[in-house]
């Protein structure tokens, strides 16, 4: 398979190239996909972390097994403290430095100069223009020279993540996204960290299951969904912050195209 042909700049990017693509790495270890699409993509992959427990598995095997992936955050200034932890204790275990992208000054000024430092509580438009400022806009820097983008979804998250596939076509971004858990569950999450003895964000052990900005994530009660903790005032089908909202959309189509993708 030559490299070239998953060149999104390119404009190849098509459904058969990623029903290629699973059918080359849907039975491998996680360690040997990642290592096998780090060479399919030299110097054109990357993986985005929040530094969640999902996104701390996929750091831990990237770092140690030296996998040549980018990794990279978005800090949006309005995290926890307990995040910026858990990212100086993962560069300084791993002897990294994971790359930051913060949002554009001038946009952030202008919003909170017009609408309040808490402008997401006025509505779902406000709330969502944040999320654009501070998260969608420097993804897109982010993922400017990048064909393959990796994340740490899960397909059991919510209710908008259900028909997550393995590999998966990013129009929003231009790019291949690639979702290696996106069949584990919640205790294969837990059973791994534990066996692999991975730093996580200590907010986990109070009752936060998905960790997002500070003013728009709470602690999850017993029974509650993992992510009915991120902007709670909102109804559960709205819930993304934008990063992530096309992935269903382009899944089913996915599905009725190329129907013998076994996912
Ligand atoms: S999660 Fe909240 S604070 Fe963070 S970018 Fe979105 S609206 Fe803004």
């Known amino acids: 398979m030559d490299a ?49 427990q999902e996104d701390q598995i996929i750091s831990h095997i990237i770092l140690s097994n030296n996998i040549p992936i980018e990794i990279f955050t978005l800090d949006t200034g309005r995290m926890f403290e307990e995040t910026y932890k858990i990212w100086n204790i993962t560069n300084k275990k791993y002897n990294t430095k994971i790359t930051a992208y913060f949002p554009d000054k001038n946009e952030v000024e202008k919003m909170v100069k017009e609408k309040g430092i808490y402008s997401f509580y006025n509505s779902i438009d406000d709330r969502k223009e944040c999320c654009n400022i501070r998260k969608v806009y420097p993804l897109t820097r982010a993922l400017k020279n990048i064909d393959l983008w990796i994340t740490g979804l899960r397909a059991e998250q919510s209710v908008t993540r259900t028909d997550l ?13 690639f979702n290696p ?31 997002g900005c500070a003013p728009c994530t709470r602690a999850v009660k017993k029974g509650e969904d993992i ?8 109804s559960k089908d709205k819930k993304e912050c934008g990063l992530h909202v096309d992935s269903k959309v382009e ?5 009725i195209e190329s129907s013998k993708i076994k996912l």
Do not use: C
Not at 165 to 177: P, S, Y
Not at 227 to 234: D, L, M, S, T
């Open 251 to 255: 899944t089913r189509n996915l599905k």
């Open 4 to 52: 070239q042909d998953f060149s999104v700049e390119q404009r190849k990017i098509n459904l058969n190239m990623i029903q290629e693509l699973t059918q080359k790495i849907q039975n491998l270890p996680i360690e040997e996909q990642l290592e096998f699409l780090a060479k399919e993509f030299e110097g054109r992959i990357a993986f985005s972390t929040s530094f969640g």
């Open 181 to 211: 858990l996106t069949k584990w569950t919640y205790q294969d999450v837990l059973d791994y960290i534990k066996q692999n003895n991975i730093p996580y964000n200590e907010l986990h052990d109070k009752g936060f299951l998905s960790i």
């Open 227 to 234: 992510r009915a903790g991120r902007w709670w005032w909102e």
């Open 165 to 177: 596939a393995l590999l998966e076509e990013n129009k929003t971004f231009n790019v291949i996204k």
